[in-house]
């Protein structure tokens, strides 16, 4: 299911988030852009006039109730927040950029609107996940700013961001590759709690956040938080390990027009935004792959790698002859490498017993004290 392109707009109570994106999404459409929002409430939301046939509904014990008219879809009491991937992908699919309000500590690209007395500095809300462009208050802007009067500049910027999106990540769909039958972890990787989610919930909002499909490839495992827009697909040729599930998600990705995958997996569930730009950036659709390169084992990552269409014939030759390690075909193949800093390491961790999760649940709980982002 096709997602369109998402930022975000984040800021504290009072930055003036609301009032900006009135005035971009105005001038985002008469420069043709299709637009639409998403506004995360804070809290329970009040919808509905009482006494309404929607609301008298919902009173009476509906969860949902949902109330449908020309051109508009009312949710109440819904068991769960909707995840932002299938607000898109359901109500917004034909639209250029979803602008959401809010989602300051998720992986999407965003926008941070400062207000007048917003900190600088270590901690402060420019240093959020994955923000591309910091918005101030009056003429307090520093070099690389934008002034939150500056309309024009701004959504100038966000048509900018989408071309680069568009060239970035047009031709490439993500692939989860959900794992085997995870004998040394004892359980199925996909739900392993990592933070406040799932390891298969974090990992579909991190690739779609930057790119415009993703789906899971392997026997299916009850995730509740995953996203639903997820599309799953068995295994063509099961039992082939990794590089078989590579060759599922090359032939699924291609159904309509050849497309590039960038393959992730489960037992890599630390992988980050930074780790995924790098990946992005440093693609070179001439070679059949671009990987990772390990810092600390000097190994090519072939879950963390973009397979490009022209892959899948070499793949299915090695499966055929029995050649099953993915690493050797990367590097068989002449695949390109992709340098990551060695402070990114981390984010290649592969964790395959409950003792290497512990030491990573760990890990995560102090790197999201040090920078501020535990939920």
């Excluded at 397979?307 to 050649?323: H, N």
């Excluded at 099953?324 to 395959?352: K, M, R």
């Amino acid at each position: 299911m096709p997602i369109p392109p998402i930022l975000c707009v984040s800021g504290e109570s009072g930055s003036g988030k609301t009032t900006l994106l009135e005035r971009l999404i105005a001038a985002l459409r008469d420069d043709g852009v299709r637009v639409a929002a998403v506004k995360r409430a804070g809290g329970a939301l009040a919808v509905g006039e009482a006494g309404k046939d929607s609301s008298r509904l919902a009173a009476a014990g509906a969860r949902p109730a949902v109330a449908v008219g020309p051109g508009e879809l009312i949710v109440q009491h819904a068991a769960a927040e909707a995840h932002l991937l299938d607000l898109a992908a359901h109500f917004c699919a034909d639209r250029d950029v979803v602008l959401a309000e809010g989602y300051k500590h998720s992986p999407y690209e965003k926008i941070v609107v400062l207000g007048e007395d917003e900190p600088r500095g270590p901690q402060a809300p420019q240093e959020l996940p994955s923000v591309r462009l910091v918005v101030s208050a009056g003429a307090r802007k520093a070099e690389g700013e934008l002034s939150r009067d500056d309309v024009p500049a701004i959504a100038e910027w966000v048509t900018g961001w989408l071309a680069r999106r568009r060239q970035l990540a047009g031709d490439v769909a993500g692939a989860i590759l959900t794992g085997g039958a995870s004998r040394r972890m004892g359980a199925d990787k996909a739900s392993m709690r990592l933070g406040t989610g799932s390891v298969l919930g974090r990992l579909a909002e991190l690739l779609g956040s930057r790119l415009g499909e993703v789906l899971a490839v392997g026997r299916p495992v009850s995730v509740e938080d995953a996203p639903k827009c997820l599309a799953w697909h068995l295994d063509i040729r099961p039992g082939l390990g990794p590089l078989g599930g590579v060759a599922t998600a090359l032939r699924v990705a291609a159904a309509g027009r050849p497309r590039a995958v960038l393959v992730v997996a489960c037992d890599m569930p630390a992988l980050g935004p930074q780790a995924v730009d790098l990946l992005l950036d440093g693609r070179r659709a001439d070679r059949p792959a671009s990987a990772l390169r390990n810092p600390r084992t000097g190994r090519l990552e072939p879950l963390a790698a973009i397979y490009e269409p022209q892959a899948l014939d070499g793949i299915e030759a090695a499966l055929d002859t029995g050649r099953l390690a993915a690493t050797e075909w990367l590097a068989l193949a002449g695949a390109h490498e992709v340098q990551i800093p060695s402070q990114l390491a981390d984010q290649l961790a592969n964790v395959n017993t409950p003792e290497e999760l512990k030491d990573l649940r760990r890990q995560t709980r102090r790197d999201d004290d040090r920078t501020g982002l535990r939920k």
